[in-house]
T-cell receptor, first 110, second 111 residues
């Protein structure tokens, strides 16, 4: 079993739709969680950190469920510019080990 | 732009050679991580440097080594290059191991 798992997609949704991604992790000692987006042949860009209380940034909402060991990302009112690969990241503070998921591809159609 | 820079942008090497990749961290950041990203995969953590010391390491062999300098810039060295080392190498900097900001990467091709 992979330490961090994401549905690879692709998700193909119409503009204006709401889309949600989940990411599961196996190490219960994991401390920090992030979502990144990566455009084709570009570097990953930080989208948001994920906190236990959940956090929102405009159309984006991230949640952490420690009991079930997953994080989620919700995108509301999706735009064409949201088309990208979304990567979840799990960090263990004790080993300073950082693990990326393989990414979920999202394609928004007009 | 994140302020993290990497050089060179592209590199072609022959199997068995050695390579050094460079990274300048964002101003105010003291931590640098290196990643290898193969096509269609997420970045794989190689190692992290915090205040010039190796702070964590992924599942990469010892021929992958690194350095961090007093100005927090960093180098990744790979010895005895193999064909499978062909990938995008990403550097990311952060302040005290918080959220990381990536440079544009170095694309290495081993022939």
């Amino acid at each position: 079993r992979k330490e961090v798992e994401q549905d690879p997609g692709p998700f193909n949704v119409p503009e204006g739709a709401t889309v949600a991604f989940n990411c599961t992790y196996s190490n219960s000692a994991s401390q920090s969680f992030f979502w990144y987006r990566q455009d084709c042949r570009k570097e990953p860009k930080l989208l948001m950190s994920v906190y236990s209380s959940g956090n929102e940034d405009g159309r984006f909402t991230a949640q952490l469920n420690r009991a079930s060991q997953y994080i989620s990302l919700l995108i509301r009112d999706s735009k064409l510019s949201d088309s990208a690969t979304y990567l979840c990241v799990v960090q263990s503070s004790s080993a300073s080990k950082i693990i990326f998921g393989s990414g979920t591809r999202l394609s928004i159609r007009p | 732009e994140t302020g993290v820079t990497q050089s060179p942008t592209h590199l072609i090497k022959t199997r068995g050679q050695q390579v050094t990749l460079r990274c300048s961290s964002q101003s105010g950041h003291n931590t640098v991580s290196w990643y290898q990203q193969a096509l269609g995969q997420g970045p794989q953590f190689i190692f992290q440097y915090y205040r010039e010391e190796e702070n964590g390491r992924g599942n990469f062999p010892p021929r992958f080594s690194g350095l961090q300098f007093p100005n927090y810039s960093s180098e990744l060295n790979v010895n005895a290059l193999e064909l499978d080392d062909s990938a995008l190498y990403l550097c990311a900097s952060s302040f005290s191991r918080e959220a990381e900001y990536f440079g544009p990467g170095t694309r290495l091709t081993v022939t």
